[in-house]
């Protein structure tokens, strides 16, 4: 029974611990000597587990399912390579200059997606889905800069998507700065959107700024409202960056401004465009306490608000499937394994790169994508120990990889930032169940007390000591 023992709070000297169980969805708070024995029965065989255990404690144990096996380990991904995704990185241009673009979109020589890209991308998932027996394929619109940007060639890629014997499905991410007929053909053409909007006009003018410095918030705001008129699925991805007290204000001015039911917001500590940086333990520490803010917000006006950082409940072997199940083309033909490399500008290309689209031709190098993916698991494998195990999975390679020898192998301030989040997660969810959360228990989420229930025993009298690492 795989168990993790958290302290509470950062003091040596805490006696409050989050006694976890991931594989299960179960934890619940308790003293120092509530989690040393709880730790010890996971380390009993069946037999001696409940019963070696004082009365009260064996009870309590029982009571709230804590005995209950882990099932079986999700299993790797499979890879073998037969996407049914396609992702069209469709430009690097872009009308924004958004402060932390990590592809510094605008700055380059323009580079558009050809038809002829986007065609040969979507014949081969097709391919797969109908050899696969999959009732629809994916298209995913994207870039390194704003897909509508290269507006012609989304339409033809989208009609020749909709023209296939297999359904599409077709999704945008984009900045919601649109014209009036670009706004009518999407509603009428595409199945959902992503807009990336950061929240009140004050931080999306600063930080989203037209090229010419001019402000943005009107326009998407406009998009926005035309999406909730028309009842269209879309969700709100928003970035932010220090100073991050702004972000609870960011999410109360969208949940009460739209009708946008689910927000994903991520952080950026890089001060500049085109890269990412780590983040020092000041900016995490206040980062968590913003995001925690602003999802408090969010839960009260009944919107969700998540972060990839912190999937609580989640128990997967990968951060993201990208890398293992899409077939994602930029502008120059190269096949890559993340939306974020759309050129060789990116830091961590050359791992990044799995072939080319080329003569109507999609041609995967095998060795090179087995190569990223045997340091993903490298990475996993490194990351043991960690109660984010099973729902960070390693962490999102193109964030948290640093770009030389080994870096796969590094752990840095977004480690200590997930952790954070998860830990502070679970006192929510601990509190709003009633002292146990357990992941299939679908209770009305409420505000409540941050303080939850401490289960407790004097069987040691304090005597005894829990692992001093926050994982067993």
Not at 90 to 119: D, I
Request: glycine share 6%.
């Amino acid at each position: 029974m795989e168990t993790y023992i958290i302290p509470v709070t950062a003091s040596k000297s805490a006696d409050k611990f989050i006694i976890y169980r991931p594989r299960i969805g179960m934890a619940f708070v308790g003293n120092r000597a509530m989690a040393t024995l709880a730790v010890a029965a996971t380390h009993r065989t069946d037999n001696e587990s409940a019963t070696k255990l004082p009365d009260d404690v064996r009870t309590f144990l029982e009571s709230v399912g804590f005995f209950q096996p882990d099932p079986p380990e999700p299993p790797a991904q499979d890879r073998a390579f037969h996407p049914t995704t396609a992702v069209l990185l469709m430009t690097n241009q872009c009308q924004l200059r958004c402060t932390y673009c990590y592809a510094a979109a605008g700055e380059y020589v323009q580079q558009q997606l050809t038809p002829e890209l986007g065609r040969a991308v979507i014949d081969y998932v097709c391919q797969n889905a109908i050899e696969r027996g999959i009732p629809q394929f994916e298209l995913a619109l994207h870039g390194g800069g704003e897909p509508t940007v290269n507006w012609q060639v989304l339409q033809e890629c989208t009609a020749y998507a909709r023209s296939k014997p297999v359904k599409a499905k077709i999704t945008l991410t984009s900045n919601g700065v649109w014209s009036p007929r670009q706004r009518a053909w999407i509603l009428e053409n595409l199945d959902a959107v992503s807009i990336s909007m950061d929240g009140m006009p004050s931080t999306q003018d600063r930080q989203r700024p037209f090229s010419s410095g001019r402000p943005s918030s009107a326009h998407v705001l406009r998009t926005i409202a035309e999406l909730d008129n028309h009842e269209f699925e879309y969700g709100i991805r928003l970035t932010a960056t220090a100073p991050w007290q702004s972000l609870p204000d960011d999410v109360r001015f969208i949940c009460e401004n739209t009708a946008c039911q689910v927000m994903q917001v991520e952080p950026a500590f890089n001060t500049k465009r085109g890269g990412h940086s780590w983040p020092d333990p000041d900016e995490v520490h206040d980062y968590v306490a913003a995001y925690l803010a602003a999802h408090d917000i969010a839960t009260a006006a009944e919107r969700t608000l998540f972060s990839s950082s912190a999937r609580l409940g989640s128990v997967t072997t990968t951060f993201c499937t990208a890398p293992y199940d899409a077939l994602i083309v930029n502008p120059f033909g190269q096949l890559v394994t993340c939306y974020e490399v759309a050129s060789e500008a990116h830091a961590l290309a050359q791992i990044s790169i799995i072939g080319r689209a080329e003569n109507g031709e999609v041609i995967v190098d095998t060795e090179a994508r087995d190569g990223l993916h045997d340091r993903m698991a490298a990475r996993r494998q490194s990351c043991e120990g960690c109660f984010c195990y099973w729902s960070c999975a390693g962490d999102c390679y193109a964030r948290a990889f640093a770009p030389h020898d080994g870096g796969h192998l590094v752990h840095g301030g977004r480690c200590d930032m997930n952790r954070a989040i998860t830990r502070e997660l679970l006192l929510r969810r601990i509190a709003e169940h009633g002292g146990v959360w357990r992941a299939d228990d679908h209770a009305a989420v409420m505000m409540c007390s941050p303080q939850p229930a401490v289960v407790s025993t004097g069987e040691a009298n304090g005597r005894t000591e829990p692992v001093a690492d926050p994982s067993v």
